[in-house]
């Protein structure tokens, strides 16, 4: 575990877009942030070569790509996952984590390699060293997880990932969780949205995730209307491995002229793919993991 904590100094969030809201909306800082995770320069030109029927077009072609890279060519990966999201009216905690994943892999028809998460929490101090588990198909369904600190002594517990106490204080269950998970839903919404009226989509080069270089597609609405759920949405997709490495979702102002508040963002760092994750990455009997039985 003493290998995961040089992952605790988080790079801050900073930007500089020429877009139709302040660039103060995106400034707001991890805590203890040392550098820039990410910084964004202004480019309109959609790719000539994908044809426009709806604005949205472009994006969702990209995402069907992405999504097919990853589950042809990225069987597992390892990341620093930073979390934000507003619940109940309240924007939360960056919450940071530290997180191995392993695709699901389909051969015959049946799946080989079940989805599969855990989850080391990092910080903040009320939640350093929560351990959380998920292996589809494995323990009824059920997520395994513990909690850090004093509270650890309250033991293991398997528990239903859409149950109201693992859904406290989430937008998600840990079943939606992890990139190719993100893909889907982004896909998704994007098919969903393109039904119910025009939007802008602005495709943006030269930003950086930490010191990776990206592609930023940001949608706006313009007016909440039909199902849109987000004013502007950005998705950051890193150009080497071509997955999004970072997602955020903005509201409307709640007053005129005022700035959209964070709806939920999602980034993901120091991401290493194909490392060879095995069944005991994800065996809570694993010794270098803290899951009491």
Known sequence: MKRFLSLLAIPAVALSVSATISSSVYAQQPPNAVEPVYRLSKNDQVPAAIPQVHPLDPAIQLAHHSLRHMQTTIKDYTAVLIKREQFEGVVGEYEYMFAKFRSRQIEGGKT??????????????????????????????????HEGGMKRMLGTHALDPTGWLAMKGQRYPITDIGIENLLTKLIERGERDRKHGDCKVEFLQGAKVSGRDCRVIQVTHPAKVGPFDFHIAQIFMDEELQIPVRYAAYDWPKVAGGEPEIIEEYTYQNIKVNVGLTDADFDQANPEYSFRR
């Not at 080989?112 to 929490?121: D, I």
């Open 112 to 145: 080989v390699t079940p989805f599969s998460v855990y989850l080391t929490f990092l910080k903040p101090a009320a939640m350093k060293g929560r351990e959380v588990m998920f292996v589809e198909g494995a323990n009824e369904g059920k997520m395994i997880a």
